[in-house]
């Protein structure tokens, strides 16, 4: 009974912005990494970014210096804020936590995935 919700995706123009929400609801205890993937067509998932509880990141060499990754505990919220994009970017963007339920059970969720569409 974990929900993780994303938004703020897009199609912007290279070299533009766009930030990334992912919001975790339900019988939640603790959350510890939280993070975000992106699968592009004919690819596999990779890693974005992720960031823990304590506040260390984590980003991938393709993104760095351009993604920063925060977030919000007392909301459960993670965010990405994605700057000077490129057509490379286009994927599908998965929010991803690892989360102890407040049954005490440990899991990875995921969410639904957002479209981050580079283009002009």
């Known amino acids: 009974q974990v929900q993780l919700v994303e938004s703020g995706g897009g199609l912007v123009q290279p070299g533009g912005s766009l930030r990334l929400s992912c919001a975790a609801s339900g019988s939640i205890f603790s959350i510890n990494v939280m993070g975000w993937y992106r699968q592009a067509p004919g690819k596999q998932r990779e890693l974005v970014a992720t960031?823990?509880?304590?506040?260390?990141?984590n980003y991938a060499d393709s993104v760095k210096g351009r993604f920063t990754i925060s977030r919000d505990n007392a909301k459960n919220t993670v965010y990405l804020q994605m700057s000077s994009l490129k057509p490379e970017d286009t994927a599908v963007y998965y929010c991803?936590?690892?989360?102890?339920?407040?049954?005490?059970?440990?899991?990875?969720?995921w969410g639904q995935g957002t479209q981050v569409t580079v283009s002009s």
């Open positions: 991803n936590a690892d989360i102890r339920t407040t049954m005490r059970l440990r899991s990875g969720y």
């Open positions: 960031t823990t509880s304590g506040g260390n990141t």
